[in-house]
């Protein structure tokens, strides 16, 4: 009986410090798993981080040429620092020649995140990959 003790007191700990709903979660990269391409020309692809309250975008990636093979990972410029939990974020993927392609929506009520290391959001549109570190 003591030990049940000691693990339910271990199981506490650990779930007491895996939390993350008051922390900043730093994203780096963005991996471009798919998006739903409709005879697009040659051209240069990035993607452009929102927060859902703001019309400017928090950042942006570097360019990508979509006649190269996916997935892609791309680095996040700058670092964007998001409160996951209190807030909504979305993802648009753009094109340098074309503009705007496809989107997608974060929403923190389809993840159960403890230690985000690689989070998949997706649309019908685009598929992606949110990567970055807490703080």
């Known amino acids: 009986m003591s030990i049940k003790k ?6 506490a700990v650990v779930l007491a410090g895996c939390t993350k709903e008051n922390r900043t979660f730093t994203l780096k990269t963005i991996k471009l ?3 739903k391409r409709t005879n697009l020309p040659a051209q240069k692809l990035y993607l ?3 927060d859902d309250d ?3 975008p928090l950042a942006h990636t570097e360019l990508y040429p979509n006649t190269l093979p996916l997935p892609a990972t791309l680095n996040v410029y700058p670092p ?9 974020y979305h993802v648009q993927l753009w094109g340098d020649s074309t503009g705007y392609i496809s989107s997608c929506h ?3 009520d389809d993840y159960k995140i403890i230690f ?3 989070m998949d959001v997706k649309s019908d549109s685009l598929n992606v990959d949110l990567m970055g570190s807490w703080k």
């Open 6 to 11: 000691v693990y339910i007191g271990l199981l």
């Open 116 to 118: 985000p290391i690689d």
């Open 106 to 108: 974060i929403d923190m």
């Open 54 to 56: 703001i019309a400017a």
């Open 80 to 88: 964007a620092p998001m409160t996951l939990y209190k807030k909504g």
């Open 33 to 35: 798993n798919d998006y």
């Open 48 to 50: 452009e981080f929102f």
